[in-house]
Each structure stands twice: as structure tokens, then as C-alpha cells.
């Protein structure tokens, strides 16, 4: 009896194990649950839009580079339009602004050109939407640890935001062995008078690319006003580099911007040609051409010096047709100022031939022999 009695504790104890580990396990399960619902998208959504950072050991060049891009300029304004949300969608300011609110992606500080994103460089929101003057409520399901905040449209200064400033980071691995260019961050930038009326931009904040890839994903914008088929979404654009944006500093280790390095604006605009060349030109200057290529550039070159050697000719024939040209000028000006010379000759000699001649006609004095009577040509005669 005693030991029947110590297996049946036993299995008491077993049995109540076992609903607790069920309890547990069902408990997990609706927490999961209710994560998954809150989230807008899943873990496994967020890795198949994430662009995965290749090591250090696959690095074998990089070169960060910071641009502002201009959203009135080329196709940029695909991130600026519409104004306000319609039903062609939203821009991407209004996008990135409701997932920092409502809590979804984690926005970071602008150190000014020393960019850190680690949990301790992290935004808190409230401060950057009262620094901003961006009206906003406390939304339902806000805790103190996971806060989230409501935003009426009207009150977010989408129209205001008229640059971005993003970090581009070009690398050279040894995987693919080839230059590739990916957008790693970017920054809203508003523009607004300060108080003296001077227009001012403020950088607002940085989030990651990879973070808001899964959202803008799904947002599809104009990128030409002759074809009005959406082919291309927010994240094509950054991905196929359909933007256009000027340097405005490379990473250094003084942290200076080109302005500063070159206050002069030759000098300026100098140094930005100068480092787009090099990063174009670097994955071309790594190989050695093959034959084609070789050929190809033989041919250019030949056909450059044909068309050198004939403009040549041309320019000696132009040189040759203008001396002739010239010289004829020179004999027709030459004839017709000699025939000029003998025309007035011959004009003057008909204006003395046909000029009468006066004769001058001499009276002949007679001289009277008698007391002065005059004589008589008859009586001469005789």
C-alpha cells in the first residue's frame, strides 16, 4: 500500500508538471501572437528586405560619402510628392514620421558628421518632436518602455522637408569583385526661417535604410511624368541609385565638409567632379582590359586621329582657299583701282577736247598816210 501510494504522488506531481509546462507554453504562444499583431511586419519580412553589410574580411576598399539630396532636382521630387497623403499614396516623409511614432524603427541623433548607431545614440522621440514644434497626442497601447505617439497629419511638416542628407557607403569585396554603391542611412532635412527671417535647414534625424526598407517597399511613386505606370517603389529608387545628390563631404579624419576644406567655389565644385571621377573610374582601373577592350580603344584612338589629321586638312584647305581668296580680293581692289585711275584720265582728256578753244583775234592797226582819212581797200588794190 505504501508504495502504491508514493506512484501515485507521483504521477500527481507529473501530471501537474505537465499542465504547467502547457500553461507556459500557451502563455508564449499569445504573447507571440500579440507581438506579431502589433508589428506591422514580421521578422522574416524585415531579413528578405534587409541588404546584409558585407566583413571586414570580405573589404577591400571603402569609402564613405555624404550627399544632400535635392528634392526639387531631377527625379528627387519622387520623394517629395504627394504633399499630404491621397490615394496615390504618401511621401516618404510622412512614412518615415508615422514608423517613428508609432514606435516601429528606432530613429538616432545627428552628431554632425560623427554618426553612431548604437542603442545609446538613440532619439528619443518626444524630445524630437518638441524640438521640432511638431504637435503630437499620446496614442493608445503607449507604455513607458515602448512609447507611442499619434500625429494628425495637418501637423506634420511634410511640405517643409525639402532635402535629405544620406550616407553612401562605396565598397570593393573580394565576393563579387566589383564596386557597389548602397545607401546605409538618411537624414530628413527641414527648411525654415529662423528668427531673422534667413532661410536655415535643420537636420532632423537619421534612420537606418535597412529599417525602413520592408515599409517603403510598398510604396510605388512617379519617377516620369510621360509614363504615369508605377514600375518603380521608395526602395528601388535608392537601390538603383535613381537619385541625384551633391557631395558635400567624404569621411575624414578631421571631419570636415568640402565647404570648409575649399572655400572657394571653383575650387569647391573641383573637388566634387574630382571624387564622382574616382569613384566611377576605381572598379575600371582595377582589371586589365582583355582583348576587346584593347581593340575597341585601338579603334577609338585611330578613328580620333583621322578625324584629327582631316580637320587638319580641312584647316589647311580653309587656310589655302582664304589666302586665294584674298589675294584675289587683293588683284580685283588693285584692277579696279587702277581702271578707277585711268577712267578719271580719260575722263578729264574728253572734258579738254570737247572744251572749245578761244582764238584770240588780232586787230590790225592801219595807219592813215594822209591827215588821218582812212584808205579804201579798193583803192589798195589799185
Known amino acids: 500500500?505504501?508504495?502504491?501510494?508514493?506512484?501515485?504522488?507521483?504521477?500527481?506531481?507529473?501530471?501537474?508538471?505537465?499542465?504547467?509546462?502547457?500553461?507556459?507554453?500557451?502563455?508564449?504562444?499569445?504573447?507571440?501572437?500579440?507581438?506579431?499583431?502589433?508589428?506591422?511586419i514580421s521578422e522574416r519580412q524585415q531579413s528578405f528586405y534587409e541588404v546584409n553589410e558585407p566583413s571586414d574580411a570580405d573589404l577591400q576598399w571603402m569609402k564613405v560619402v555624404y550627399r544632400e539630396l535635392d528634392l526639387t532636382k531631377g527625379k528627387n521630387p519622387a520623394l517629395?510628392?504627394?504633399?499630404?497623403?491621397?490615394?496615390?499614396?504618401?511621401?516618404?516623409?510622412?512614412?518615415?514620421?508615422?514608423?517613428?511614432?508609432?514606435?516601429?524603427?528606432?530613429?538616432?541623433?545627428?552628431?554632425?558628421?560623427?554618426?553612431?548607431?548604437?542603442?545609446?545614440?538613440?532619439?528619443?522621440?518626444?524630445?524630437?518632436?518638441?524640438?521640432?514644434?511638431?504637435?503630437?497626442?499620446?496614442?493608445?497601447?503607449?507604455?513607458?518602455?515602448?512609447?507611442?505617439?499619434s500625429i494628425e497629419n495637418a501637423d506634420i511638416p511634410g511640405s517643409e522637408v525639402l532635402s535629405y542628407y544620406i550616407i553612401e557607403k562605396w565598397e570593393f569585396d573580394t565576393r563579387s569583385n566589383a564596386m557597389k554603391?548602397?545607401?546605409?542611412?538618411?537624414?530628413?532635412v527641414l527648411h525654415r526661417e529662423d528668427e531673422y527671417g534667413v532661410m536655415q535647414k535643420w537636420p532632423m534625424f537619421w534612420v537606418k535604410m535597412n529599417d525602413i526598407r520592408p515599409y517603403i517597399a510598398r510604396q510605388y511613386v512617379f519617377t516620369d511624368d510621360d509614363n504615369n505606370l508605377l514600375r518603380y517603389n521608395l526602395d528601388d529608387f535608392f537601390k538603383l541609385n535613381m537619385y541625384s545628390g551633391e557631395i558635400y563631404k567624404v569621411k575624414n579624419l578631421r571631419n570636415m565638409t568640402l565647404r570648409q576644406q575649399f572655400p572657394d567655389d571653383s575650387a569647391y565644385?573641383?573637388?566634387?567632379?574630382?571624387?564622382?571621377?574616382?569613384?566611377?573610374?576605381?572598379?575600371?582601373?582595377?582589371?586589365?582590359?582583355?582583348?576587346?577592350?584593347?581593340?575597341?580603344?585601338?579603334?577609338?584612338?585611330?578613328?580620333?586621329?583621322?578625324?584629327?589629321?582631316?580637320?587638319a586638312d580641312g584647316d589647311e584647305q580653309q587656310a589655302t582657299q582664304d589666302d586665294d581668296e584674298q589675294q584675289s580680293t587683293t588683284v580685283k581692289s588693285a584692277r579696279k583701282r587702277s581702271s578707277t585711275k585711268r577712267g578719271s584720265k580719260a575722263k578729264s582728256s574728253s572734258q579738254s577736247k570737247s572744251k572749245p578753244k578761244t582764238t584770240k583775234v588780232k586787230t590790225r592797226s592801219i595807219k592813215s598816210s594822209s591827215g588821218g582819212a582812212t584808205r579804201s581797200v579798193r583803192n589798195r588794190k589799185r
Open 1 to 40: 500500500m505504501k508504495f502504491l501510494k508514493i506512484i501515485t504522488v507521483a504521477l500527481l506531481a507529473a501530471l501537474a508538471g505537465l499542465s504547467t509546462q502547457a500553461q507556459v507554453v500557451r502563455k508564449k504562444a499569445g504573447d507571440e501572437g500579440k507581438k506579431k499583431t502589433n508589428s506591422a
Open 80 to 149: 517629395y510628392y504627394p504633399e499630404e497623403p491621397n490615394e496615390d499614396g504618401q511621401s516618404l516623409f510622412y512614412i518615415i514620421m508615422r514608423l517613428v511614432a508609432d514606435g516601429d524603427i528606432d530613429c538616432y541623433e545627428w552628431l554632425d558628421g560623427r554618426e553612431m548607431f548604437t542603442p545609446e545614440y538613440k532619439y528619443k522621440v518626444s524630445n524630437m518632436l518638441d524640438r521640432f514644434h511638431i504637435l503630437y497626442t499620446t496614442a493608445k497601447g503607449s507604455t513607458e518602455k515602448h512609447p507611442r505617439y
Open 181 to 188: 554603391s548602397r545607401v546605409e542611412a538618411l537624414c530628413p
Open 269 to 311: 565644385h573641383h573637388a566634387q567632379d574630382s571624387i564622382e571621377a574616382r569613384l566611377r573610374q576605381f572598379n575600371k582601373s582595377l582589371w586589365v582590359p582583355d582583348r576587346e577592350e584593347l581593340m575597341a580603344a585601338k579603334e577609338a584612338r585611330e578613328k580620333a586621329e583621322r578625324a584629327k589629321a582631316a580637320q
